[in-house]
């Protein structure tokens, strides 16, 4: 598996959008810079965790479960050295 770049693009203009551009239009008020940091905040932490579980399918830790016939075809088809020689 590897990445591709349009995925990470948009993911990165969308929540740009939510942490540069909507703190622009937060309501005029005596709250309005939480408001504003609470947008910034938010952007940013979704977009790490999307980048997280997107990196993360990219080398998983944990592979298949496979049974041993699946494991013995794919050894002979792959031509492993190993198998040929207990078999």
């Not at 703190?23 to 980048?51: D, E, H, S, Y």
């Not at 479960?65 to 031509?79: A, H």
């Amino acid at each position: 598996m590897g990445y591709s770049v349009i995925p990470i693009v948009v993911f990165t203009v969308l929540w740009g959008v939510v942490g540069v551009i909507c703190p622009i239009f937060a309501p005029k008020g005596p709250n309005r810079g939480i408001i504003q940091v609470v947008l910034m905040l938010t952007a940013a932490t979704c977009w790490l965790f999307w980048l997280c579980a997107y990196m993360a399918q990219m080398n998983p830790l944990i592979g298949p479960r496979l049974n041993n016939e699946t494991l013995i075809w794919i050894s002979r088809t792959w031509g492993n050295a190993m198998n040929k020689t207990a078999a």
